[in-house]
């Protein structure tokens, strides 16, 4: 049985710096797909080890994950490889890319745009997600990426809105309303809630980005840097049984205070998601994984001796059950 040429499939950017809530966005999309299709995602993460791949397979997507740098340094034989592997294993109704926070979207659109995907996907709105109280941060605001994912989208999107201050809102707006071209959506949202309406509004590829070459990677063999922003992504795994202690592992986390937190893991509590920035912690129920693993992304300061700090949250008790919790 010959299978139909797979062609046209709307495809999206889902953009953002760090800690913005990108995955917590594309999971509230894929929870209001259409029932009879089949979505697919490309995650890329800053660091070695795949978190996000793990969170948004529980929302039932077919998921690919390119970890260990930026999508936007390994356009190469990785991205289009796993961009072909995903459409050929998926064949999916939409795909939706979710580049890293550091990680610069010009070159990912180009690759996407041109050769052989060109037929293959029709690439729409590229929606940025913005935290509205970074606006007053210059570590932020004039970092050539931040400033080029913004520049890119269709939509903008200010998230965490619920959080910011009133000022931050109006930094929001002005900035969103003197873009050129202008934005086809500008919003404000809580939790990463996303109108999926606005997947298919036409990309306008008259959006230019500033600085397209201006991020650089640096990698070693057990860390990703981002030399621009000096911030290293450290990642560990651990086998199982290992088991922290919930209460331990969040007092080490507010007190590294580090730009990015994410774990899946076992704790005294039971399987749990952790996700962490600007020092709020989150956390939900998971399935159990095979191991427990952990991604910090932050300063090499805050990272000193964080591998043992981090190895001092485990206990040698079991999770608790359902009925330890009733009793």
């Known amino acids: 049985m010959t299978r139909t040429k797979l062609q046209n499939i ?19 999309l894929l929870r209001q797909k259409p029932q009879h299709e089949n979505w697919a995602v490309l995650v890329n993460e800053f660091g070695k080890v795949g978190i996000d791949g793990k969170i948004l397979a529980t929302a039932g997507a077919t998921v690919k994950e390119i970890p260990g740098g930026c999508l936007c340094c390994a356009v190469g034989l990785p991205f289009k490889t796993g961009v072909n592997q995903l459409i050929k294993q998926a064949r999916p109704h939409r795909l939706l890319i979710e580049p890293s926070g550091l990680g ?10 041109k050769d052989s995907f060109s037929t293959v996907l029709d690439m729409r709105a590229s929606i940025c997600l913005v935290d509205p109280q970074k606006l007053k941060d210059p570590r932020y605001t004039d ?39 202008a934005k086809a959506v500008i919003s404000e949202t809580i939790n990463g809630r996303l109108n999926p309406d606005w997947l298919d509004i036409l990309r306008n590829p008259a959006r230019c980005a500033t600085s397209p070459y201006a991020h650089s990677i640096a990698q ?21 049984p290992s088991c922290f202690d919930f209460s331990q592992l969040s007092s080490l986390i507010r007190t590294l205070k580090p730009e990015r937190f994410k774990a899946y893991l076992l704790t005294d509590l039971g399987w749990l998601i952790i996700n962490s920035a600007n020092g709020r912690i989150d956390c939900q129920p998971c399935k159990p994984a095979r ?8 300063t090499p300061a805050q990272l000193t001796k964080v591998s043992q700090r981090i190895n001092a949250c485990l206990v040698e008790v079991k999770p608790a059950t359902s009925a330890d919790k009733s009793a």
């Open 143 to 181: 970092h050539a990426t931040f400033i080029d994912q913004i520049a890119l989208s269709d939509v903008l999107v200010a998230n965490k809105a619920d959080l910011a201050e009133q000022a931050s809102i109006r930094l929001f707006q002005q900035l969103a309303k003197s873009a050129t071209p």
């Open 291 to 298: 191991h427990s693993q952990i991604e910090i992304v932050a």
């Open 10 to 28: 709307p495809t999206n950017l889902i953009m953002g710096f760090l800690g913005v809530g990108k995955t917590t966005a594309v999971i509230n």
């Open 104 to 113: 610069h979207p010009k070159q990912v659109l180009d690759m996407l745009l």
């Open 220 to 240: 070693a063999s057990a860390t990703s840097t981002d030399s621009a922003n000096q911030l290293t992504s450290f990642s560990q795994t651990f086998p199982t």
